[in-house]
């Protein structure tokens, strides 16, 4: 069975860092497409950052191009998002999601807030 489960969101001023993580259980991240989706409050799904460490392959929305980093712990089987120079409008719920070969997401989990705020 598929699990993803997130954590490590919070509260952080503006300008600040955060990583989150997403643990994942019943398959292999790294040879998977994995995503992070976030949604604002009262906003659609937005996607954010997409790896395949086995491709080598990484992408960002051009918001948050040079200020996120996405990676991966094969060891460990868990998604990171590390979040730098946080804005406000980075405040979402944040999603880590298994991709399809098609472009779409199979599993999602249930999220982690990050709010940025003074």
């Known amino acids: 069975e598929v699990q993803l489960v997130e954590s490590g969101g919070g509260l952080v001023q503006p300008g600040g860092s955060l990583r989150i993580s997403c643990a994942a259980s019943?398959?292999?991240?790294?040879?998977?497409?994995m995503h992070w989706v976030r949604q604002a409050p009262g906003k659609g799904l937005e996607w954010v950052s997409v790896?395949?460490?086995?491709?080598?392959?990484?992408g960002y929305v051009d918001s948050v191009k040079d200020r996120f980093t996405i990676s991966i712990d094969n060891t460990k089987n868990i998604l990171y998002l590390q979040m730098n120079s946080l804005k406000s409008e980075d405040t979402a719920l944040y999603y880590c999601?298994?991709?399809?070969?098609?472009?779409?997401?199979?599993?999602w989990g249930q999220g982690t807030q990050v709010t940025v705020s003074s």
């Open positions: 999601a298994k991709g399809t070969l098609g472009g779409g997401y199979s599993d």
């Open positions: 790896i395949n460490s086995g491709r080598d392959t990484t």
């Open positions: 019943g398959f292999d991240v790294s040879n998977n497409w």
